[in-house]
Nanobody
Framework: QVQLVESGGGLVQPGGPLRLSCAAS?????????MGWYRQAPGKERELVAV??????NYGDSAKGRFTISRDNGRKTVYLQMNSLKPEDTAVYYC???????WGQGTQVTVSS
């Protein structure tokens, strides 16, 4: 079984930064798996924010130019650095072993003044 634990969410002012972390454990060879960040705002569908794998990183349109996904295979952790945050970035952010049903519990990000 795979466990994913997100952290780093919180309340941030518009324009501010925030870094999310997702630590993986359990039955996963972390270094060979693509990892993704998704988000879901109230009343909206879950959307892909960013994914990182052997071929590099890819971003959803909402994240391009503002967010950066990275990983530390030694720590089995994937990060999402979010800059220039906007109120519309408010959502629950989820970590995922890309293409699988393994999800974290989510971390709330609220962008508000």
């Amino acid at each position: 079984q795979v466990q994913l634990v997100e952290s780093g969410g919180g309340l941030v002012q518009p324009g501010g930064p925030l870094r999310l972390s997702c630590a993986a454990s359990g039955g996963i060879i972390f270094s060979i798996r693509a990892m993704g960040w998704y988000r879901q705002a109230p009343g909206k569908e879950r959307e892909l924010v960013a994914v990182i794998g052997g071929g590099g990183a890819n971003y959803g349109d909402s994240a391009k130019g503002r967010f950066t996904i990275s990983r530390d295979n030694g720590r089995k952790t994937v990060y999402l650095q979010m800059n220039s945050l906007k109120p519309e970035d408010t959502a629950v952010y989820y970590c995922n072993v890309f293409g699988t049903s393994f999800w974290g519990q989510g971390t709330q990000v609220t962008v508000s003044s």
